[in-house]
Protein backbone atom coordinates (compact mmCIF):
# COMPACT_ATOMS: atom_id res chain seq x y z
CA UNK A 1 0.00 0.00 0.00
CA UNK A 2 1.16 3.67 -0.73
CA UNK A 3 2.16 5.60 1.80
CA UNK A 4 2.18 9.32 1.99
CA UNK A 5 4.83 11.40 3.23
CA UNK A 6 3.08 14.87 5.24
CA UNK A 7 6.40 17.17 6.49
CA UNK A 8 5.09 19.79 8.85
CA UNK A 9 7.51 22.61 9.07
CA UNK A 10 6.65 23.55 13.00
CA UNK A 11 5.95 21.07 15.83
CA UNK A 12 3.86 23.25 17.92
CA UNK A 13 -0.29 22.88 18.32
CA UNK A 14 -1.12 23.96 14.69
CA UNK A 15 1.20 21.42 13.52
CA UNK A 16 -0.52 19.07 15.81
CA UNK A 17 -3.99 19.47 14.48
CA UNK A 18 -2.52 18.57 11.06
CA UNK A 19 -0.76 15.48 12.11
CA UNK A 20 -3.98 14.61 13.67
CA UNK A 21 -5.90 14.93 10.75
CA UNK A 22 -3.77 12.81 8.43
CA UNK A 23 -5.86 9.66 10.32
CA UNK A 24 -9.04 10.50 8.24
CA UNK A 25 -6.19 10.63 4.70
CA UNK A 26 -7.22 7.65 1.85
CA UNK A 27 -3.87 6.42 2.66
CA UNK A 28 -1.46 5.97 5.43
CA UNK A 29 0.79 9.00 6.43
CA UNK A 30 4.02 8.91 7.12
CA UNK A 31 4.48 12.31 9.30
CA UNK A 32 7.66 14.28 9.66
CA UNK A 33 7.79 17.69 11.40
CA UNK A 34 10.95 19.77 12.01
CA UNK A 35 10.85 23.29 14.50
CA UNK A 36 13.87 24.33 15.86
CA UNK A 37 12.18 24.49 19.20
CA UNK A 38 13.56 21.39 21.51
CA UNK A 39 10.41 21.54 23.82
CA UNK A 40 7.88 21.24 20.65
CA UNK A 41 9.15 18.56 18.99
CA UNK A 42 10.13 16.39 22.46
CA UNK A 43 5.94 17.46 22.66
CA UNK A 44 5.11 16.36 18.82
CA UNK A 45 7.25 13.01 19.35
CA UNK A 46 5.15 11.93 22.44
CA UNK A 47 2.03 12.62 21.05
CA UNK A 48 3.35 10.76 17.51
CA UNK A 49 6.25 8.51 18.54
CA UNK A 50 6.52 7.23 14.63
CA UNK A 51 7.62 10.89 13.26
CA UNK A 52 10.42 11.51 12.10
CA UNK A 53 11.56 14.95 13.57
CA UNK A 54 14.53 17.54 12.22
CA UNK A 55 15.57 20.73 13.87
CA UNK A 56 15.89 22.25 10.61
CA UNK A 57 13.44 22.73 8.24
CA UNK A 58 15.98 21.90 5.23
CA UNK A 59 16.82 19.27 6.80
CA UNK A 60 12.82 17.82 6.38
CA UNK A 61 12.80 19.37 2.86
CA UNK A 62 16.09 17.82 1.78
CA UNK A 63 14.44 14.47 2.29
CA UNK A 64 14.00 12.72 -1.39
CA UNK A 65 10.96 14.15 -2.49
CA UNK A 66 7.94 11.71 -3.96
CA UNK A 67 5.20 13.38 -6.06
CA UNK A 68 2.68 13.53 -3.51
CA UNK A 69 4.48 14.87 -0.70
CA UNK A 70 2.67 17.35 1.09
CA UNK A 71 4.22 19.71 3.21
CA UNK A 72 2.69 22.16 5.75
CA UNK A 73 3.67 24.99 6.99
CA UNK A 74 2.31 25.33 10.69
CA UNK A 75 4.81 28.48 11.94
CA UNK A 76 4.49 31.36 13.77
CA UNK A 77 3.06 34.28 10.92
CA UNK A 78 6.34 35.57 10.84
CA UNK A 79 8.33 32.80 9.66
CA UNK A 80 5.72 31.86 6.71
CA UNK A 81 7.29 33.10 4.03
CA UNK A 82 10.81 31.77 3.81
CA UNK A 83 9.26 28.49 4.83
CA UNK A 84 6.63 28.08 1.98
CA UNK A 85 9.00 29.52 -0.51
CA UNK A 86 11.62 26.23 0.84
CA UNK A 87 8.60 24.28 0.77
CA UNK A 88 7.68 24.95 -3.09
CA UNK A 89 11.18 25.01 -4.28
CA UNK A 90 11.74 21.58 -3.45
CA UNK A 91 8.58 20.82 -5.81
CA UNK A 92 6.12 19.53 -3.47
CA UNK A 93 2.23 20.28 -2.54
CA UNK A 94 2.38 23.10 -0.18
CA UNK A 95 -0.18 24.35 2.27
CA UNK A 96 0.28 27.11 4.51
CA UNK A 97 -1.14 28.72 7.15
CA UNK A 98 -2.78 31.60 7.33
CA UNK A 99 -1.66 34.74 6.66
CA UNK A 100 1.46 34.02 4.14
CA UNK A 101 3.41 36.81 4.70
Known amino acids: MAELNVMLIGAGVIAQHHASATAKLPLPAKLFAADPNPHALAQFKHKF ?4 LFSDANEVLAQRAKDDDIVIVATPPF ?3 DATIAALKSGRHVLCEKPLA
Open 49 to 52: PAAC
Open 79 to 81: AHH
